[in-house]
């Protein structure tokens, strides 16, 4: 970074200056608010304690920045997971590792041409954008719903050849017009809340499947999967890692990966039983 620039957050060959800026912004924030005791954060080796005097009852999970995008100037945003305690004792990684189901809230923040906030605490979701003259998030999508079925899927296919067999000829299918009705739409950003925004209000399907490389998915749990999922739950659709729903999962550590394939339902359902049936396949042709 240039010091002698007080503007200037970042250097334009590492993003890891502007990660620490936002990971700094979200610890120093949440931990003077006297609402958490505490907080995970994908900055963060271990759990960071919050001083007893400055305690609330409250457990923040999220990852202040969206970092795969940062230096390619492309959409980038947080997510963020809040959980209410639920030992008696004094706070414990156990109060961290509770399913999406048990959440009080979660969202995410976009920031691109404008800064929006999505957000539910369990009675629908609602958006909304960043005022900058008045320093306010302003209400501006009130109750939104995610259109049963979409005509787009989002996914990374240059590992395409890593895929699971279900998944890759889902893809292919949606890219086949004799199958799909007409060819699926392709659409990836890059940045996972970018991706999820978009088919939020459009409609379709996000894939982060697990590869050679990520055998377990390579996506965060606890503060990337469980927030995000929550939020397409909550506006009608579906999220599942192929085997179960995200938000029944137990986490079984704060920086467990998961993959994971949410958006509308219709789509979700789609892949779920394309991934069902090859799986099928692959065992009856073992026992022969």
């Known amino acids: 970074p240039d010091n002698d620039n007080p503007y200037l957050l970042y250097d334009d060959d590492d993003s890891s ?6 990971d700094d912004l979200f610890i120093n924030t949440l931990s003077a608010s006297y609402t958490t005791c505490l907080l995970v954060s994908h900055g ?10 400055k305690r609330g009852k409250y457990i923040v999970c999220f990852n202040a920045l969206d970092e795969s995008t940062v230096t390619s100037y492309g959409s980038v945003g947080s997510t963020f997971a809040i959980f209410k305690k639920i030992t008696r004792s004094d706070p414990c990684l156990e109060d961290c590792l509770q399913p ?7 969202g ?24 900058s003259s008045i320093g306010e998030f302003v209400l501006t999508d009130r109750n939104v719903k995610i259109p049963s079925k979409g005509e787009t899927y989002s996914v990374n296919e240059g590992f395409m050849y890593q895929w699971p067999e279900g998944v890759a000829k889902y893809v292919e299918d949606k890219k086949n017009y004799k199958k799909a009705g007409k060819p699926y739409n392709a659409r990836h ?9 978009r088919t939020l209000k459009e409609g379709g399907i996000v894939i982060h499947p697990t590869t050679e490389k990520h055998p377990k998915g ?10 995000l999922a929550y939020i397409i739950c909550q506006a009608g659709g579906l999220a599942s890692n192929g085997k179960m729903a995200i938000l029944d999962i137990i986490p079984e550590n704060i920086h467990q990966k998961s993959e994971m394939f949410l958006g509308s339902k219709e789509d979700v ?20």
Not at 17 to 22: E, G, K, N, R, W
Not at 189 to 197: C, E, N, P, Y
Not at 271 to 287: P, R, V
Request: with cysteine; aromatic share 4%; proline share 2%.
């Open 17 to 22: 200056d502007m990660d620490t800026v936002a």
């Open 44 to 53: 963060k080796k271990g759990v960071i304690e919050v001083k007893p005097e």
């Open 100 to 106: 999406g189901k048990d959440l009080v809230g979660a």
């Open 108 to 131: 995410y923040i976009l920031y691109s041409s404008a800064t929006t906030m999505v957000i539910s605490i369990g009675k629908g979701v609602h958006g909304f954008m960043l005022n």
């Open 189 to 197: 950003i890059g940045s996972v809340t970018g991706d999820l925004h």
């Open 218 to 227: 390579q996506l965060c749990l606890l503060y990337e999967c469980i927030p």
């Open 269 to 288: 359902k789609e892949i779920l039983g394309c991934i069902k049936k090859c799986e099928q396949t692959a065992e009856t042709s073992k026992t022969k």
